[in-house]
């Protein structure tokens, strides 16, 4: 069992519809991380929180909107997504967020968009 | 961000060790040396991290070349549970902030063989 906890763990979706993936940690940690991981591919970084702040935005288009609205919670909230954006989502934490210190996975979320 | 270069893939038989290597010829002297593994339908796991010295925990040992161009995982019996794709990512180390970014590279798919 991991402890960070990823809900759904399965999401099919419409290209016009919006949903949130809800990510949720009580390990105390304070950095908080969305990945995405296409088939046979490595988890892709997408953000990157740090103390409730979005820290690292690395260039992932605006149908995709993260929120962390508490330290133990990380959402990512869907609109108006492409099929190509059909893949596994996974959140991370750490204690910190510093390179030296662990990320903690969960087994993500596994979407399809039609 | 420096990258790392791993084998493809690697056979193992049960109950033996395994090394697997990596080679990150442009580390630079803050750079981490971080081990991840992915089984089947689960998120990446962490197994261990150094930075100069060799490392050990339960699951792993870490050797890490002299130079730091270089580092071997190491699994001292491997068991069928072993089998995974196993990641060797640097992580850049910066003061404040999120800036634990692990980008992983394409990884070792570990067969183990009974």
């Known amino acids: 069992d991991t402890e960070v906890t990823q809900t759904p763990k399965h999401l099919v979706m419409g290209m016009t519809n919006k949903k949130s993936l809800k990510c949720e940690q009580h390990?105390?940690?304070?950095?908080m991380y969305w990945y995405k991981q296409k088939a046979k591919k490595p988890p892709e970084l997408m953000f990157v929180?740090?103390?409730?702040?979005?820290?690292i935005n690395e260039s992932v288009p605006s149908r995709f909107s993260p929120e962390c609205p508490n330290s133990s919670l990380l959402n990512l909230h869907l609109h108006a997504l492409q099929p190509e954006d059909s893949a596994l989502y996974l959140c991370?934490?750490?204690?910190?967020?510093?390179?030296?210190?662990?990320?903690?996975f969960g087994d993500g979320t596994r979407l399809s968009i039609l | 961000d420096a990258k790392t270069t791993q084998p493809n893939s690697m056979e193992s038989n049960e109950e033996e060790p395994v090394h697997l290597p990596c080679n990150h010829s442009?580390?630079?002297?803050?750079?981490?040396i971080h081990w991840y593994r992915q089984l089947p339908s689960q998120g990446p796991e962490y197994v261990i991290h150094?930075?100069?010295s060799n490392v050990n925990n339960r699951m792993a040992s870490l050797a890490i070349a002299e130079d730091r161009k270089s580092s071997t995982l190491i699994l001292h019996r491997a068991t069928l549970r072993d089998a995974a794709v196993y990641y060797c990512?640097?992580?850049?180390f910066g003061a404040g902030g999120a800036t634990n970014k692990l980008i992983f590279g394409t990884g070792t798919l570990l067969a183990v063989q009974p």
């Open positions: 442009t580390i630079s002297g803050t750079d981490y």
């Open positions: 990512i640097l992580s850049f």
């Open positions: 929180y740090s103390y409730e702040k979005l820290s």
């Open positions: 991370a934490s750490s204690q910190e967020g510093r390179s030296n210190q662990p990320q903690h």
């Open positions: 150094g930075l100069t």
């Open positions: 390990m105390g940690h304070r950095a």
